[in-house]
């Protein structure tokens, strides 16, 4: 009688995303497909089955985080499992386009705080302002662009916000607001 041998070893899974899969959806929008590679197993016994599948490549996903599972099996039981995230998230924009202000570059300070910065002479009212225009992109195309103020504006002393109001055709907006101080 030869001795019998006792698979223990699972299946190998292929192809399980490592990292998760980010799915950005345009603003106002809740849920998403979302699209990974297809997920499959080897045995040395040459038989796995898919035992369970959350979720499917092109599935739509909502808002937020979701845990994807794929569970294989080969002939003696053994079990493998895939599990990875899929996160939706909405195409939020940013102020885009902050350069030169004053005759400094102050990209770094702006994306931080926001803010612009003029120094203006002793009793005056104000400066003019300039500043790159902020832009914004969208997967349609950004319709509309309307602006609380325009480059060469001018500003009185004091703080002032700037917002600008970016639409698609379908309703869909954003905002970027940054604040001009003028101080003496």
Same mark, same amino acid.
């Given at each position: 009688? @030869?001795?019998?041998? &006792?698979?223990?070893? $699972?299946?190998?899974?292929?192809?399980?995303? *490592?990292?998760?899969?980010?799915? +950005?959806?345009? @603003?106002?929008? /809740?849920? #998403?497909?979302? !699209?990974?590679?297809?997920?499959?197993?080897?045995?040395?016994?040459?038989?796995?089955? @898919? &035992?369970?599948?959350?979720?499917?490549?092109?599935?739509?996903?909502? @808002?937020? =985080?979701?845990?994807?599972?794929?569970?294989?099996?080969?002939?003696?039981?053994?079990?493998?499992?895939?599990?990875?995230?899929? =996160?939706? +998230?909405?195409?939020?924009?940013?102020?885009? #386009? !902050?350069?030169?202000?004053?005759?400094? +570059?102050?990209?770094?300070?702006?994306?931080?705080?926001?803010?612009?910065?003029?120094?203006?002479?002793?009793?005056?009212?104000?400066?003019?302002?300039?500043?790159? $225009? $902020? /832009?914004? /992109?969208?997967?349609?195309?950004?319709?509309?662009? *309307?602006?609380?103020?325009? $480059?060469?504006?001018?500003?009185?002393?004091?703080?002032?916000?700037? +917002?600008?109001?970016?639409?698609?055709? =379908?309703?869909?907006?954003?905002?970027?607001?940054?604040?001009?101080?003028?101080?003496?």
């Amino acid at each position: 009688m @030869l001795p019998s041998t &006792v698979d223990r070893i $699972p299946p190998t899974i292929a192809s399980c995303p *490592t990292s998760g899969v980010a799915v +950005t959806v345009e @603003l106002g929008e /809740t849920s #998403g497909p979302a !699209f990974w590679q297809a997920i499959t197993a080897t045995d040395l016994s040459n038989v796995v089955d @898919l &035992v369970s599948q959350t979720n499917a490549p092109g599935d739509s996903f909502m @808002l937020g =985080t979701t845990t994807v599972m794929y569970i294989f099996a080969d002939a003696s039981g053994n079990r493998a499992t895939c599990s990875f995230t899929v =996160t939706v +998230t909405p195409d939020i924009r940013v102020c885009h #386009g !902050f350069g030169i202000f004053s005759g400094y +570059t102050s990209t770094h300070d702006i994306w931080l705080s926001g803010v612009i910065r003029e120094i203006v002479e002793l009793g005056s009212q104000g400066t003019i302002v300039l500043f790159p $225009p $902020p /832009t914004a /992109t969208d997967f349609s195309g950004v319709a509309t662009v *309307t602006p609380s103020h325009r $480059p060469g504006a001018f500003f009185q002393v004091g703080t002032t916000s700037v +917002t600008y109001r970016f639409e698609d055709a =379908t309703g869909n907006f954003d905002e970027c607001t940054f604040v001009s101080s003028g101080d003496w």
